[in-house]
């Protein structure tokens, strides 16, 4: 089990601030969580080998298809300045 003061440790390394009374509420909810993943330590996984997620998934992304855009102008009419086909914003880095 965690005492008081491990919690207050990893709460200084991982830059929280604590109070005495969160402190020892995590005390007893890391315990138990620690206590869990002791429980997954006693199964035998000789032969099982590692994965990364339960389920295998492929490439799911859409190939990026180059389609002319309708609302175009309409966008650029917005704009509150334009300069031809592209928006005009105020330069941010000196030349």
Not at 17 to 38: H, M
Not at 77 to 91: E, H, L, S, T
């Amino acid at each position: 089990m965690l005492d008081q003061e491990q919690v207050h440790k990893v709460a200084h390394l991982a830059r929280l601030a604590l109070t005495s009374e969160e402190e020892a509420q995590f005390s007893g909810e890391l315990s138990q969580i620690l206590d869990y993943v002791e429980q997954l330590n006693e199964l035998d996984t000789e032969g099982v080998p590692p994965t990364t997620r339960a389920i295998e998934l492929s490439n799911i992304t859409r190939e990026d298809l180059l389609t002319p855009d309708e609302f175009r102008e309409a966008l650029l009419d917005n704009a509150p300045d334009r300069d031809g086909d592209f928006f005009k914003v105020p330069q941010i880095l000196s030349e």
